[in-house]
């Protein structure tokens, strides 16, 4: 239960890192983390450490710990891609740049803290 919950405030506070009005405000403030240094973009995703220790800390590496594992390289590097093609290769295509300016709703960012410490619950239960 206490993963559980250190995984809730893990993922309540990458929210607040990457809140923007629109996937393009996402993307930009992850960059500036990302410029400053890799790892630093790396280290404001602790939720995905967090996870690898509990795999590690109880030995459970079940069907749900992979699948929140590979969830979370995911969502890791397609912010990478993202980055890569906006600020690095400036190549954007006009399908990407509509989607950049999409308003996200404010519970989208609570969407991690709603998936992620359930599985982590189930898949150690």
Do not use: C
Not at 24 to 30: A, K, M
Not at 34 to 57: D, E, M
Not at 68 to 96: G, N
């Amino acid at each position: 239960m206490i993963f559980t919950l250190i995984l809730l405030v893990l993922e309540l506070f990458e929210a607040y890192i990457q809140r923007a009005d629109t996937l393009g405000g996402i993307i930009q403030n992850l960059y500036a983390y990302y410029q400053k240094s890799i790892f630093l973009f790396f280290l404001i995703h602790p939720g995905f450490y967090f996870v690898l220790f509990v795999v590690i800390y109880t030995n459970v590496l079940n069907i749900s710990m992979i699948f929140i594992i590979a969830l979370k390289i995911f969502d890791i590097f397609y912010k990478i891609e993202l980055i890569k093609q906006l600020f690095i290769q400036r190549k954007i295509s006009q399908q990407l740049s509509m989607i950049l300016g999409w308003k996200i709703p404010s519970w989208y960012f609570f969407t991690g803290a709603m998936i992620y410490p359930p599985m982590l619950y189930l898949a150690l239960n």
